[in-house]
Every structure is written in C-alpha cells, then in structure tokens.
T-cell receptor, first 111, second 116 residues
Framework: EDQVTQSPEALRLQEGESSSLNCSYTVSGLRGLFWYRQDPGKGPEFLFTLYSAGEEKEKERLKATLTKKESFLHITAPKPEDSATYLCAVRQETSGSRLTFGEGTQLTVNP | DARVTQTPRHKVTEMGQEVTMRCQPILGHNTVFWYRQTMMQGLELLAYFRNRAPLDDSGMPKDRFSAEMPDATLATLKIQPSEPRDSAVYFC??????????????FGEGSRLTVL
C-alpha cells in the first residue's frame, strides 16, 4: 500500500534558524512528489513538484529535494510568515491523477 | 485572480439531514477533485472528475455520498443522510492536468461541516 510519512509532526524554530522537513514515501512508479503549504482555515497552496531523484526546486527561502525514498523541504533563515503546515503528496503511475497526502508538518517560526 | 470557490464555508446540521456542498472550479481546468480533511485522517481523496466525467470515487462512501458535475462551472458533493462522523473540512481542487507530468492543484478554502 502506498505510504507517505512526514516528520517531524511539529517543528518550532526561531527566526533565522534553518532546518529541514522530511517526507518519506513508498510507492511503486512515482509520477511526481508535491509540496503544499496550508495556512489555518485555508486550502493547501502549491509550492513544488519534483519528478526524479536528484531534482531540486527553490522558491525564496524554501528548497525541495528528492531522492528515491524521500524528499526534504529545506527552510533557510525562516521568518514568522513561514509558519504553516507543510504537506507532501505523491502521485503513482497506476493511480491516475490521484494525489496521496502525508499528515503534514506543522511549522512555527518564532520572532 | 482565478480561484476555486466553495460554498458554504461553514455548515452546521443535524444527523440525518441532507448536505450539499458546491464548488466552482477555475475556468479552463479539466480536472476537479473532492478531498476531505480531518485531524485523524488528514487529506483523503473522495472523488475526482476529468472533463466532467467521474474517474475515481473509490474514496467515497457510496451509500450516503454522491458527487456530480452538472456543468463545467459546478461540482457538487452531497451527503444524505449525514452522520456525525462526516464532520470535516471538505475541499474542492481543480487543475489543468495533461499527461503524467502535471500536478499543480488549486484548492478552494473549504467547507467546514459539523454534523450534530
């Protein structure tokens, strides 16, 4: 069964303290790994798509990387406005357009 | 600014009542999804449509849930009869998905359902 596991469940950082979030996956035939950001009371907002091991994507203070078993979302010098829940999702080659989401990492950045 | 619009944003109802949630996807998007989010289960796919045709509703309890797209500007999710365990936030998302290498979904703000 396809699994997406995110760690840690929650992470508290001081402003400027860099860290990484992890997304481990076990799927056969990965057709994309997706990162979303979700603010309280809002729907998830797309951040990145990664398709193959070794691929990297960057956006402002965020950088996503992908290996054959996991993805990392690196946050460099975070600011309080980066506080949100970060969700990882995978698409498998035999599952059509279905995305399977992980439980998310709740990030809090204190000023 | 194009966005997915969901109504109602909040709904409180009593067990046994019918609930209908509506979604207006982004114009031009060919795929529409219904997801449910709870603290216990996270985001779960209920159903999705491609060009208004249902492609996968395996995540949906068929005895009480139904999803339709009567036209390209409207997707509906109906629960009849509703039960307390249906309490959750229901998200609609749309995307222009062409081939295997696309995946950006745009989510609405959700419909928070509470069944008493």
């Amino acid at each position: 069964e396809d699994q997406v596991t995110q760690s840690p469940e929650a992470l508290r950082l001081q402003e400027g303290e860099s860290s990484s979030l992890n997304c481990s996956y076990t799927v056969s035939g990965l057709r994309g790994l997706f990162w979303y950001r979700q603010d309280p009371g809002k729907g998830p907002e797309f951040l990145f798509t990664l398709y193959s091991a070794g691929e990297e994507k960057e956006k402002e203070r965020l950088k996503a990387t992908l290996t054959k078993k996991e993805s990392f979302l690196h946050i460099t010098a975070p600011k309080p406005e980066d506080s949100a829940t970060y969700l990882c999702a995978v698409r498998q080659e035999t599952s059509g357009s279905r995305l399977t989401f992980g439980e998310g990492t709740q990030l809090t950045v204190n000023p | 600014d194009a966005r997915v619009t969901q109504t109602p944003r909040h709904k409180v109802t009593e067990m046994g009542q019918e609930v209908t949630m509506r979604c207006q996807p982004i114009l031009g998007h060919n795929t529409v999804f219904w997801y449910r989010q709870t603290m216990m289960q996270g985001l779960e796919l209920l159903a999705y449509f491609r060009n208004r045709a249902p492609l996968d509703d395996s995540g949906m309890p068929k005895d009480r849930f139904s999803a339709e797209m009567p036209d390209a500007t409207l997707a509906t999710l109906k629960i009849q009869p509703s039960e307390p365990r249906d309490s959750a936030v229901y998200f609609c998302a749309s995307g222009l998905l062409v081939g295997p290498a696309t995946g950006e979904l745009f989510f609405g703000e959700g419909s928070r359902l509470t069944v008493l």
